[in-house]
């Protein structure tokens, strides 16, 4: 045993973490933050992930908390890393592409293993954790027992992984979305990706034995000759380099004179920040739907925080809600049905596995007249137009992006 789950799914106790981590997030996380020291000692990084995700706390409340206790200077380095995850999200919308390819050839990686007993044999050991590579099977467990893991140990696990072990990425991808409380489809497949020289096309990350004993404090030295020299692009996977820019998606605008079924999701858990007043909501529901995550069972653990964390927000509306799950597509219309309500008000639903069920969802709705409406943060729609090439243009772009949104002085 590791250690057990620390996350607990509340606005409040995402705040709280907030509160207590902004002091050192300028200088200390600037030269501190690469730093692995193991379960339970995570102090230099803010361990915010699982709230940012959904939004239980805001990017932009990270990020201006920082600019506020360190000025924007000092907090260069921990909005820089917060805008990754925008830039992500933006880079994935305009490429929706990447993601059905990631869908489509997990499922190609799954069928094959069917028939191939090594090939079988090899995975099933790594995600055993008995690969006898002592770092790699710690943090397999790390995983699988806190639903987390620290920055660097999953680039250093995504590069064995890929180099070392030989595996398909799409099924480690696979494995950090099913076990990660924070998993989410752009920045894990897009991450990946990034380690496989498909981001960036042809540089990809290598772990390197210097690199784990430096930043875990020597808690791991792995032998020398026990990871691949060589890290090669895996570029050939994808001869024809990466699809076209598509147009960001523009969802459908509420009505404010329709009756109105509230939807939440894990997508957007601070749901009261949209107008809610100028609209005539009959209904309130929320949609469990991390089970989509994957075809193969996806953490207790992640499942538990998803379920607690849209309780905590129909709690803070002080409302009731029914609970719906994300199975048979028609769920949303039926509901929808029984309140008598003709549009549906959700946060908006990014790329992923979420989206491709609301397709579904989307179609028996369309059939019956129920429209499906979405609102978008002014955040995301801000950044989200420089997140078409590198990270540098977005990078560019936050003080600007920042003054916008109402940077506090300082
Ligand atoms: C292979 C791989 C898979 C990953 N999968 C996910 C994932 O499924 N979900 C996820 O949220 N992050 C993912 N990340 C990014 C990053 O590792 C985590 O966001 C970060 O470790 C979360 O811990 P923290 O909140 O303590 O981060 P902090 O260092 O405190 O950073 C603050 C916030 O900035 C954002 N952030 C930080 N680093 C990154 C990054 N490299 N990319 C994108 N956003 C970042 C996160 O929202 C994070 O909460 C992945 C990285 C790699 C290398």
């Given at each position: 045993m590791i250690a057990t789950a620390e996350f607990i799914a509340s606005r409040e106790v995402g705040l709280a973490r907030l509160a207590a981590f902004t002091p050192i997030a300028g200088q200390h996380y600037s030269s501190a933050r690469n730093y692995d020291r193991g379960p339970g000692q995570h102090n230099s990084v803010s361990q915010l992930s699982p709230y940012l995700r959904r939004r239980l706390v805001t990017e932009e409340e990270a990020v201006m908390a920082a600019v506020r206790g360190h000025g924007l200077a000092g907090a260069e380095k921990f909005n820089q890393e917060v805008f990754w995850r925008t830039y992500f999200k933006g880079w994935l919308e305009q490429r929706p592409v990447i993601w059905d390819l990631y869908r489509d050839g997990l499922q190609a990686d799954l069928d094959r293993l069917e028939n191939d007993?090594?090939?079988?044999?090899?995975?099933?050991?790594?995600?055993?954790?008995?690969?006898?590579?002592?770092?790699?099977?710690?943090?397999?467990?790390?995983?699988?027992?806190?639903?987390?893991?620290?920055?660097h140990a999953r680039m250093w696990f995504a590069s064995i992984w890929i180099f070392t072990l030989e595996l398909p990425w799409r099924l480690g991808a696979d494995f950090f979305l099913r076990n990660l409380i924070d998993g989410d489809p752009a920045s894990n497949t897009l991450s990946w990706r990034?380690?496989?020289?498909?981001?960036?096309?042809?540089?990809?990350?290598?772990?390197?034995?210097?690199?784990?004993?430096?930043?875990?404090?020597?808690?791991?030295?792995?032998v020398?000759?026990?990871?691949?020299?060589?890290?090669?692009?895996?570029?050939?996977?994808?001869?024809?380099?990466?699809?076209?820019?598509?147009?960001?998606?523009?969802?459908?605008l509420p009505d404010q004179h329709f009756?109105?079924?509230?939807?939440?999701?894990?997508?957007?858990?601070?749901?009261?920040?949209?107008?809610?007043?100028d609209f005539n909501i009959k209904t309130v529901a929320t949609l469990g739907a991390s089970h989509l995550r994957s075809t193969l069972p996806v953490n207790t653990i992640v499942r538990g925080f998803e379920l607690a964390a849209l309780a905590d927000t129909v709690e803070r509306l002080g409302c009731s809600a029914q609970e719906l799950i994300a199975n048979d597509p028609k769920v949303l219309l039926n509901w929808a049905k029984e309140a008598n309500v003709s549009q549906i008000l959700t946060g908006y639903i990014p790329?992923?596995?979420?989206?491709?069920w609301m397709k579904l969802a989307q179609s028996h709705l369309d059939a019956e007249g129920v429209s499906l409406c979405e609102w978008q943060r002014e955040w995301d729609a801000l950044i989200w137009p420089y997140a078409t090439a590198g990270f540098f243009k977005v990078k560019k772009q936050i003080p600007r992006i920042l003054q916008q949104l109402g940077m506090p002085d300082c």
């Open positions: 007993r090594d090939f079988r044999k090899r995975l099933d050991r790594a995600l055993a954790g008995e690969t006898r590579i002592e770092c790699f099977d710690f943090w397999v467990k790390e995983l699988l027992e806190t639903g987390y893991l620290h920055n990034w380690i496989a020289g498909l981001h960036t096309r042809g540089k990809t990350y290598q772990a390197e034995a210097w690199n784990i004993a430096k930043f875990t404090d020597q808690r791991f030295i792995p020398e000759g026990k990871l691949s020299p060589v890290a090669d692009a895996l570029v050939n996977e994808e001869p024809n380099g990466l699809p076209p820019i598509a147009a960001i998606r523009k969802p459908v009756s109105t079924g509230l939807l939440i999701t894990e997508e957007e858990c601070r749901i009261e920040a949209l107008p809610l007043s790329v992923g596995p979420l989206r491709d």
